[in-house]
Protein backbone atom coordinates (compact mmCIF):
# COMPACT_ATOMS: atom_id res chain seq x y z
CA UNK A 1 0.00 0.00 0.00
CA UNK A 2 1.50 3.77 -1.07
CA UNK A 3 1.84 5.82 1.75
CA UNK A 4 -0.93 8.22 2.18
CA UNK A 5 0.31 10.79 3.90
CA UNK A 6 2.18 13.27 2.66
CA UNK A 7 5.18 16.21 3.71
CA UNK A 8 5.77 18.13 6.11
CA UNK A 9 4.50 20.80 3.19
CA UNK A 10 4.76 24.28 3.37
CA UNK A 11 1.28 25.85 3.32
CA UNK A 12 0.54 29.38 2.49
CA UNK A 13 -2.37 29.13 5.11
CA UNK A 14 -1.66 26.45 8.12
CA UNK A 15 2.47 26.77 8.23
CA UNK A 16 3.81 23.30 7.76
CA UNK A 17 1.00 20.94 6.99
CA UNK A 18 1.12 17.01 6.98
CA UNK A 19 -1.08 15.60 4.36
CA UNK A 20 -3.46 13.17 4.74
CA UNK A 21 -4.94 11.46 1.43
CA UNK A 22 -7.79 9.44 1.92
CA UNK A 23 -9.17 8.65 -1.41
CA UNK A 24 -7.70 7.42 -4.57
CA UNK A 25 -6.18 9.68 -6.94
CA UNK A 26 -8.93 12.24 -8.51
CA UNK A 27 -11.58 10.88 -6.77
CA UNK A 28 -14.01 13.86 -6.65
CA UNK A 29 -17.90 15.20 -6.04
CA UNK A 30 -16.50 17.77 -8.89
CA UNK A 31 -14.21 17.75 -12.26
CA UNK A 32 -12.97 21.67 -12.08
CA UNK A 33 -11.64 23.44 -14.50
CA UNK A 34 -9.41 24.86 -12.60
CA UNK A 35 -8.06 21.83 -10.76
CA UNK A 36 -4.45 21.71 -10.69
CA UNK A 37 -4.77 17.87 -10.41
CA UNK A 38 -6.44 17.49 -13.30
CA UNK A 39 -9.63 15.86 -14.78
CA UNK A 40 -11.45 13.64 -12.46
CA UNK A 41 -10.83 10.09 -13.13
CA UNK A 42 -13.88 9.03 -10.49
CA UNK A 43 -16.84 11.20 -10.65
CA UNK A 44 -19.18 10.05 -7.31
CA UNK A 45 -21.04 10.53 -4.50
CA UNK A 46 -20.44 7.55 -2.59
CA UNK A 47 -18.67 7.11 0.68
CA UNK A 48 -16.90 4.41 1.91
CA UNK A 49 -13.11 3.12 3.53
CA UNK A 50 -11.53 3.79 0.52
CA UNK A 51 -8.07 3.34 1.76
CA UNK A 52 -7.93 1.11 5.26
CA UNK A 53 -8.35 3.20 8.63
CA UNK A 54 -5.70 1.38 10.65
CA UNK A 55 -3.07 1.52 7.65
CA UNK A 56 -3.50 6.03 7.65
CA UNK A 57 -3.43 5.82 11.70
CA UNK A 58 -0.39 3.69 11.40
CA UNK A 59 1.40 5.93 8.55
CA UNK A 60 -0.03 9.31 10.70
CA UNK A 61 1.76 8.11 14.00
CA UNK A 62 5.06 7.71 11.95
CA UNK A 63 5.42 10.87 10.62
CA UNK A 64 4.31 12.60 13.61
CA UNK A 65 7.91 13.38 14.85
CA UNK A 66 7.98 15.78 11.94
CA UNK A 67 6.00 18.23 14.59
CA UNK A 68 3.65 19.72 11.64
CA UNK A 69 1.44 22.82 12.57
CA UNK A 70 -1.25 21.03 11.16
CA UNK A 71 -2.72 17.58 9.94
CA UNK A 72 -4.61 18.46 6.83
CA UNK A 73 -7.06 15.99 5.33
CA UNK A 74 -6.68 16.93 1.69
CA UNK A 75 -5.02 15.28 -1.12
CA UNK A 76 -6.14 13.48 -3.98
CA UNK A 77 -9.53 14.42 -4.30
CA UNK A 78 -12.63 14.94 -1.59
CA UNK A 79 -12.02 13.99 1.30
CA UNK A 80 -15.23 13.78 2.74
CA UNK A 81 -15.93 10.55 0.30
CA UNK A 82 -14.10 9.20 2.80
CA UNK A 83 -16.63 7.35 5.14
CA UNK A 84 -14.48 6.59 8.44
CA UNK A 85 -13.95 10.61 8.98
CA UNK A 86 -15.28 10.72 12.54
CA UNK A 87 -13.07 7.76 13.52
CA UNK A 88 -10.00 9.04 11.91
CA UNK A 89 -10.00 12.52 13.49
CA UNK A 90 -10.87 10.74 16.95
CA UNK A 91 -7.61 8.49 16.85
CA UNK A 92 -5.58 11.72 15.43
CA UNK A 93 -7.27 13.34 18.63
CA UNK A 94 -6.27 10.76 21.16
CA UNK A 95 -2.49 10.61 19.57
CA UNK A 96 -1.37 13.78 19.42
CA UNK A 97 -2.42 17.48 20.16
CA UNK A 98 -1.57 18.86 15.99
CA UNK A 99 -4.44 20.73 15.12
CA UNK A 100 -7.18 19.03 12.10
CA UNK A 101 -7.77 20.73 9.38
CA UNK A 102 -9.79 19.83 6.86
CA UNK A 103 -9.67 21.05 3.02
CA UNK A 104 -13.25 20.10 1.27
CA UNK A 105 -15.02 21.72 -1.50
CA UNK A 106 -18.55 21.87 0.80
CA UNK A 107 -19.97 19.79 -1.83
CA UNK A 108 -21.50 17.19 1.04
CA UNK A 109 -22.13 19.40 3.85
CA UNK A 110 -25.66 19.09 3.44
CA UNK A 111 -25.92 15.29 4.29
CA UNK A 112 -26.11 15.35 8.26
CA UNK A 113 -23.56 12.28 8.54
CA UNK A 114 -20.92 14.44 7.10
CA UNK A 115 -21.66 17.17 9.33
CA UNK A 116 -21.14 14.88 11.97
CA UNK A 117 -18.02 13.38 11.45
CA UNK A 118 -16.42 16.67 10.96
CA UNK A 119 -17.68 17.86 14.52
CA UNK A 120 -14.31 17.35 16.02
CA UNK A 121 -12.26 18.79 13.55
CA UNK A 122 -10.50 21.97 14.50
CA UNK A 123 -10.36 23.97 10.93
CA UNK A 124 -12.77 23.17 8.16
CA UNK A 125 -12.03 25.09 4.94
CA UNK A 126 -14.43 24.16 2.06
CA UNK A 127 -14.53 26.02 -0.99
CA UNK A 128 -17.22 28.32 -3.29
CA UNK A 129 -16.56 28.68 -6.67
CA UNK A 130 -19.68 29.75 -8.15
CA UNK A 131 -23.04 32.42 -7.58
CA UNK A 132 -25.41 30.28 -8.74
CA UNK A 133 -26.39 26.79 -10.74
CA UNK A 134 -25.08 27.76 -14.46
CA UNK A 135 -22.01 29.13 -12.76
CA UNK A 136 -21.75 25.99 -10.33
CA UNK A 137 -21.97 23.68 -13.68
CA UNK A 138 -19.62 25.57 -15.84
CA UNK A 139 -16.66 25.89 -13.36
CA UNK A 140 -16.90 22.44 -10.64
CA UNK A 141 -18.64 20.26 -13.03
CA UNK A 142 -20.42 18.58 -10.42
CA UNK A 143 -22.23 14.85 -10.17
CA UNK A 144 -24.94 14.84 -11.30
CA UNK A 145 -27.04 14.71 -8.01
CA UNK A 146 -25.48 17.59 -6.63
CA UNK A 147 -27.58 21.03 -7.37
CA UNK A 148 -26.09 24.85 -6.10
CA UNK A 149 -28.96 25.54 -3.86
CA UNK A 150 -28.69 22.28 -1.73
CA UNK A 151 -24.63 22.45 -1.89
CA UNK A 152 -25.15 26.21 -0.44
CA UNK A 153 -27.51 25.34 1.78
CA UNK A 154 -25.07 22.95 3.31
CA UNK A 155 -22.46 25.43 3.94
CA UNK A 156 -24.78 27.72 5.59
CA UNK A 157 -26.22 25.00 7.92
CA UNK A 158 -22.48 23.56 8.42
CA UNK A 159 -21.14 27.06 9.48
CA UNK A 160 -23.92 27.37 12.09
CA UNK A 161 -23.36 24.00 13.79
CA UNK A 162 -19.54 24.02 13.37
CA UNK A 163 -17.79 24.70 16.79
CA UNK A 164 -14.55 25.07 15.42
CA UNK A 165 -12.71 27.45 12.55
CA UNK A 166 -14.68 27.86 9.60
CA UNK A 167 -12.65 29.93 6.80
CA UNK A 168 -13.83 29.77 3.11
CA UNK A 169 -12.37 29.87 -0.35
CA UNK A 170 -13.33 31.52 -3.32
CA UNK A 171 -11.60 30.57 -6.11
CA UNK A 172 -12.14 33.12 -9.22
CA UNK A 173 -11.55 32.85 -12.67
CA UNK A 174 -10.98 35.59 -15.51
CA UNK A 175 -13.64 35.88 -17.59
CA UNK A 176 -16.16 34.03 -15.51
CA UNK A 177 -16.59 34.24 -11.85
CA UNK A 178 -14.58 37.91 -11.83
CA UNK A 179 -16.99 39.02 -13.78
CA UNK A 180 -18.51 42.25 -11.43
CA UNK A 181 -21.86 40.52 -12.04
CA UNK A 182 -20.72 37.21 -11.48
CA UNK A 183 -18.68 38.24 -8.25
CA UNK A 184 -21.55 39.78 -6.89
CA UNK A 185 -23.44 36.67 -6.96
CA UNK A 186 -20.43 35.21 -4.75
CA UNK A 187 -20.49 38.02 -2.82
CA UNK A 188 -24.00 38.10 -1.25
CA UNK A 189 -23.68 33.86 -0.98
CA UNK A 190 -20.74 34.75 1.17
CA UNK A 191 -23.07 37.20 3.33
CA UNK A 192 -24.97 33.85 3.83
CA UNK A 193 -22.46 31.39 5.14
CA UNK A 194 -20.85 34.27 7.40
CA UNK A 195 -17.25 32.18 7.57
CA UNK A 196 -14.84 33.44 10.24
CA UNK A 197 -12.62 34.54 7.24
CA UNK A 198 -12.63 34.79 2.83
CA UNK A 199 -9.49 33.53 1.25
CA UNK A 200 -9.36 34.41 -2.48
CA UNK A 201 -7.29 32.03 -4.89
CA UNK A 202 -6.76 31.67 -8.44
CA UNK A 203 -5.27 30.19 -10.97
CA UNK A 204 -1.34 28.97 -10.38
CA UNK A 205 -0.55 25.56 -11.59
CA UNK A 206 -1.86 24.21 -15.06
CA UNK A 207 -5.38 23.66 -14.45
CA UNK A 208 -7.48 20.69 -16.48
CA UNK A 209 -9.19 22.95 -18.80
CA UNK A 210 -7.01 25.69 -20.60
CA UNK A 211 -10.23 28.26 -19.99
CA UNK A 212 -9.30 28.41 -16.75
CA UNK A 213 -8.09 31.52 -16.84
CA UNK A 214 -6.24 33.44 -13.67
CA UNK A 215 -7.00 36.86 -12.24
CA UNK A 216 -3.95 39.25 -11.62
CA UNK A 217 -3.04 40.19 -8.23
CA UNK A 218 -4.43 43.62 -8.80
CA UNK A 219 -7.76 42.39 -9.48
CA UNK A 220 -7.83 39.60 -6.29
CA UNK A 221 -7.23 42.54 -3.68
CA UNK A 222 -10.12 44.62 -5.53
CA UNK A 223 -12.27 41.87 -5.60
CA UNK A 224 -11.71 41.61 -1.54
CA UNK A 225 -12.45 44.91 -0.84
CA UNK A 226 -15.48 44.79 -2.31
CA UNK A 227 -16.63 41.53 -0.50
CA UNK A 228 -18.86 41.80 2.87
CA UNK A 229 -16.56 39.97 5.37
CA UNK A 230 -12.86 40.54 5.92
CA UNK A 231 -10.97 38.95 2.95
CA UNK A 232 -7.11 37.75 2.44
CA UNK A 233 -5.74 37.02 -0.72
CA UNK A 234 -3.75 33.97 -0.62
CA UNK A 235 -2.89 33.37 -4.54
CA UNK A 236 1.14 34.23 -3.55
CA UNK A 237 3.65 31.43 -3.82
CA UNK A 238 6.18 33.27 -2.85
CA UNK A 239 9.05 32.30 -0.56
CA UNK A 240 7.03 29.29 0.99
CA UNK A 241 9.69 26.75 0.51
CA UNK A 242 12.51 29.25 1.53
CA UNK A 243 12.59 27.50 4.61
CA UNK A 244 15.63 25.69 5.34
CA UNK A 245 13.87 22.00 5.65
CA UNK A 246 12.63 22.21 2.58
CA UNK A 247 15.74 23.01 0.57
CA UNK A 248 16.44 19.23 -0.06
CA UNK A 249 13.31 18.57 -1.62
CA UNK A 250 13.53 21.59 -3.79
CA UNK A 251 16.90 21.02 -5.00
CA UNK A 252 16.14 17.60 -5.46
CA UNK A 253 13.36 18.10 -7.66
CA UNK A 254 15.72 21.04 -9.56
CA UNK A 255 18.60 18.12 -10.47
CA UNK A 256 16.05 15.90 -11.47
CA UNK A 257 14.45 18.60 -13.96
CA UNK A 258 18.18 19.69 -15.03
CA UNK A 259 18.36 16.49 -16.65
CA UNK A 260 15.21 15.94 -18.92
CA UNK A 261 11.92 17.75 -18.64
CA UNK A 262 9.41 15.96 -16.24
CA UNK A 263 5.78 16.12 -15.43
CA UNK A 264 4.57 16.11 -12.43
CA UNK A 265 3.54 12.48 -12.54
CA UNK A 266 7.48 12.31 -13.44
CA UNK A 267 8.56 14.11 -10.59
CA UNK A 268 6.02 12.51 -7.88
CA UNK A 269 7.14 8.91 -9.26
CA UNK A 270 10.41 9.00 -9.34
CA UNK A 271 11.55 10.91 -6.39
CA UNK A 272 8.56 8.96 -4.54
CA UNK A 273 6.98 12.15 -3.68
CA UNK A 274 3.29 12.67 -3.15
CA UNK A 275 1.79 14.67 -6.47
CA UNK A 276 0.54 16.89 -4.20
CA UNK A 277 3.69 17.39 -2.69
CA UNK A 278 5.59 18.06 -5.95
CA UNK A 279 3.13 20.81 -7.45
CA UNK A 280 3.49 22.84 -4.03
CA UNK A 281 7.77 23.06 -5.24
CA UNK A 282 6.77 23.64 -8.71
CA UNK A 283 4.50 26.60 -7.82
CA UNK A 284 7.02 28.16 -5.94
CA UNK A 285 10.17 26.99 -8.77
CA UNK A 286 7.97 28.17 -11.02
CA UNK A 287 6.87 31.68 -9.83
CA UNK A 288 10.47 32.29 -8.83
CA UNK A 289 11.81 31.89 -12.19
CA UNK A 290 13.40 28.91 -12.28
CA UNK A 291 11.13 26.39 -14.53
CA UNK A 292 9.75 26.78 -17.82
CA UNK A 293 6.27 24.57 -18.38
CA UNK A 294 5.94 23.22 -21.59
CA UNK A 295 2.61 22.34 -22.88
CA UNK A 296 1.82 18.94 -25.46
CA UNK A 297 -1.09 17.50 -26.51
CA UNK A 298 -0.58 14.88 -23.85
CA UNK A 299 0.99 16.13 -20.86
CA UNK A 300 2.49 19.44 -19.23
CA UNK A 301 6.33 19.38 -18.53
CA UNK A 302 8.83 21.40 -16.71
CA UNK A 303 12.19 21.96 -17.47
CA UNK A 304 14.73 24.58 -15.66
CA UNK A 305 15.93 27.86 -17.68
CA UNK A 306 17.99 28.71 -15.21
CA UNK A 307 20.35 28.15 -12.31
CA UNK A 308 19.70 30.92 -9.79
CA UNK A 309 18.52 28.67 -6.94
Known amino acids: ?17 LGVDLVPF ?15 TCKTIDRKEWVPLDAVVDQLKEHLPANPDYITLSGSGEPTLYSRL ?15 AVLTNGS ?38 LAFEQMLGGLIDFRG ?23 AKIAQCIRQIKPGRVQLNTVSRPPAEPSAIGVSRRDLDDLASALPLPA ?19 EQILQMLRRRPCSIADIADGLAMHRNEVIKYIEELSVAGLLEEVVTTAKHYYKVITDRD
Open 26 to 40: KTCTYDCIYCQLGPT
Open 86 to 100: AELIDQIKTTTNVPV
Open 161 to 183: KFPGDCWLEVFVLAGSTALPEEF
Open 108 to 145: LLWRDDVCRQLMDADLVIPSLDAGDEAMFRLVNRPHAE
Open 232 to 250: EVIADFRGVHQQTEFAAGR
Open 1 to 17: MRSQIFGPVPSRRLGRS
